[in-house]
């Protein structure tokens, strides 16, 4: 197994980032805690309009973490009872296929597919060819290792570019599916209207976001607060509402066939038990692995590791990037869990469209089923 460490891994990854955040740029070793909770509508603006940049220095800084900790899957998923956290996850990642109308010898655009996880999945599983796009040339070097360890380089390809800009001709996919990734762009009508582009007549366009749902209220502070914590500590330059999400859909011209935010399927524990570090959740829940892992990110020892480390850089053992490393990853977790537990924020809203082939239908909203015919 190759080292999911890229060559060069240091510091300057952490301070490329924390410079699209921190109010003062001279002082870069630590996260600007007031600009994150309580950044202005111009601070949004300005990294809205670098958000291809503001995504891809996220991603250089904490793909290897994210491998690290928690395999090659980054996507949050609906818990089955049984299941740990992987399990259910390989097990979503099987029905969003189903979902998503993928088939047999499709081929089929994963938009920001990151290093692949969910493309080996479903490429195994259905059999279907792949193509991947992504900002970030580490998630395309890694992809393309770790796919071809697996065989399945004959099934997958990726590709470095901008989903907003792609290099694809017109009509030249039979289905398009997103998993995490379009929250990426602030903009969701242009971005659905570009993948409408390069997808055929009657091709289905399925996707699976990071939203504030619609009880979020732009009026309460602390939901302001929530959502901008959110955008830090996952790289996100606008947080997507579900709202305007779903009119974005139908004013580029898609057929909207269905809809369901799939956190509500998570059963008996919720998705955020992770991220929120319920040990208690994570102790009832199937897997030494997963219990581990939830212990890692428990208050409790992250108050412990926050000490230590503090001593270490006291001591001069210890780089003080660390501590700001661990507090932008304290944020991407407590940031999604704080707004789960709310329930005006959820990673996982699914959308079903088709580009349409014909006038446009009305199409039912409830339980997302797959039971649309194939498209193409």
């Known amino acids: 197994m190759s080292s999911h460490m890229p060559e060069g891994y240091g510091a300057d990854r952490l301070r490329r980032y924390l410079a699209h955040f921190n109010r003062d740029r001279s002082e870069l070793c630590s996260v600007d805690r007031e600009a994150v909770a309580w950044a202005t509508d111009e601070e949004r603006l300005e990294r809205q309009e670098k958000a291809s940049e503001v995504t891809s220095d996220y991603y250089d800084l904490v793909t ?7 395999g090659q899957q980054f996507h949050y998923t609906p818990l089955s009872p049984g299941l740990s956290i992987r399990e259910s ?22 938009l920001g597919c990151g290093i692949g996880g969910p493309a ?15 900002n970030s040339a580490w998630h395309v070097e890694r992809g393309r290792s770790l ?4 065989g399945l380089d004959n099934l997958i390809t990726f590709v470095h570019g901008d989903f907003t800009k792609m290099p694809f001709p017109n009509e030249c996919f039979d289905a398009a599916y997103s998993i995490e990734s379009l929250c990426y762009s602030p903009d969701p009508a242009a971005l659905y209207s570009e993948v409408k582009r390069v997808l055929k007549p009657g091709a289905p366009f399925t996707f699976h976001d990071f939203a504030m749902t619609e009880k979020f209220d732009e009026t309460i502070a602390e939901h302001r607060k929530i959502r901008n914590c959110i955008e830090f500590g996952n790289g ?4 997507p509402w579900v709202p305007e999400m779903r009119e974005s859909v139908k004013q580029v011209g898609f057929e909207l066939l269905d809809e369901e935010n799939m ?28 219990f581990w892992k ?3 990110m428990s ?4 108050f412990m590791a926050n000490v230590v480390y503090r001593i270490m850089v006291l001591l001069g053992q210890m780089s003080v990037d660390v501590l700001a490393l661990m507090d932008t990853m304290w944020y991407c977790c407590r940031s999604v869990a704080t707004g789960g537990k709310m329930d005006i924020f959820t990673p996982m809203y699914v959308f079903v469209c088709r580009k349409p082939s014909r006038p446009s239908g009305a199409g039912s909203h409830g339980r997302v089923t797959g039971e649309t015919p194939e498209a193409g």
């Open 299 to 302: 208050p409790a020892f992250l």
């Open 120 to 134: 080996r999945t479903i490429a195994r599983k259905v059999g279907c060819q792949i193509v991947g796009i992504t």
């Open 89 to 110: 996850m390989a097990q979503y990642e099987v029905e969003f296929a189903h979902i998503a109308r993928l088939r047999r010898h499709m081929r089929v655009l994963d």
């Open 236 to 239: 996100i330059s606008k947080m």
């Open 64 to 70: 290897p973490l994210y491998e690290q900790g928690w």
């Open 263 to 290: 956190a509500y399927r998570s059963s008996p524990a919720p998705w955020y038990y992770g991220p929120a570090g319920d040990v208690w959740w994570a102790w009832m829940t199937p897997g030494w692995a997963d």
């Open 147 to 150: 796919t071809a360890e697996l």
């Open 294 to 296: 939830v212990v890692k």
